[in-house]
């Protein structure tokens, strides 16, 4: 079967290290390298909608580093999350220019887990924003999505770096994964366990997946950084450029 795509761009979830996804993109585009399909789950999913719908890698973090964190989440006092997601909800409808999977200028997937049935779900129709949302709704931190009498969660909890939507339809397929789990010594707190633990159960198969990409990126300066860290946002779009800069100097992939 013949593929529709030239190269896919596979984003993974990471919550606010996700703004390094941004960075990885800036350099691609300086290397004449645009992706012509897109596929993420939770971060990744929100950086994917902003650029398939049209968006520079730069413009995006602005718009993102003029908030702080209070903007993006509010407390929620019900049972099923800590936080509300409201504000990000509110940034994807004030500057996406467009409300459907369909008047996007690439094609994009989204990643989400129906926690009904135990199931990743890959969609790519109808609307936009919900998908988004369902997708990065970190369990137990934000409030789960209601969709088609569903509950949906982050689409990292089964699949942090989609490959699978797009492996069939892609020429070429570059990984991005911001969630590097290397050796941690400092965990001396509740808050440190919990990311610990999100950021290991989430990356336990992405070894295996990354070797469906052609091209596999992973910062590994990234893992200091918490998953509200919105205020270091420059500092991880940075970490990301360089090491996409580096990794196509030692790569001929693309020449």
């Known amino acids: 079967m013949a593929k529709s795509h030239q190269i896919g761009l596979v984003l993974s979830g990471g919550a606010a290290r996700g703004l390094a996804h941004l960075g990885v993109v800036k350099a691609l585009y300086e290397n004449n390298i645009r992706p012509d399909c897109i596929s993420g789950t939770s971060a990744g999913s929100i950086a994917g909608a902003f ?17 702080k964190i209070y903007n993006f989440v509010g407390l929620n006092f019900g049972n099923m999350g800590l936080l509300k997601i409201t504000g990000i909800k509110e940034v994807l409808e004030k500057y996406l220019k467009v409300k459907t999977f369909e008047e996007l200028n690439t094609s994009l997937y989204v990643a989400c887990t129906n926690l009904n049935s135990g199931e990743v779900e890959y969609f790519n129709k109808g609307d936009l924003i919900e998908k988004v949302i369902a997708s990065s709704s970190i369990p137990v931190l934000f409030i789960p999505s209601k969709m088609n009498g569903a509950i949906y969660a982050d689409g990292g909890i089964l699949d942090n770096l989609p490959v699978r939507p797009v492996r069939d339809k892609c020429k070429k397929i570059i990984g ?27 990356s336990a198969r992405i070894m295996e997946v990354a070797k469906e990409c052609d091209l596999f990126i992973e910062p590994e300066g990234l893992k200091k950084y918490g998953l509200l860290d919105v205020s270091k946002g420059r500092e991880m779009f940075e970490i990301g450029y360089k090491a996409t800069r580096k990794m196509l100097e030692d790569s001929k992939l693309f020449e």
């Open 176 to 202: 991005v994964h911001v969630n590097y789990t290397g050796a941690e010594d400092e965990i001396d707190s509740i808050v440190k366990i919990a990311e610990r633990s999100f950021h290991l159960s989430t």
């Open 51 to 67: 650029l398939a719908g049209g968006y520079d890698p730069e413009e995006l973090l602005e718009i993102f580093l003029q908030r």
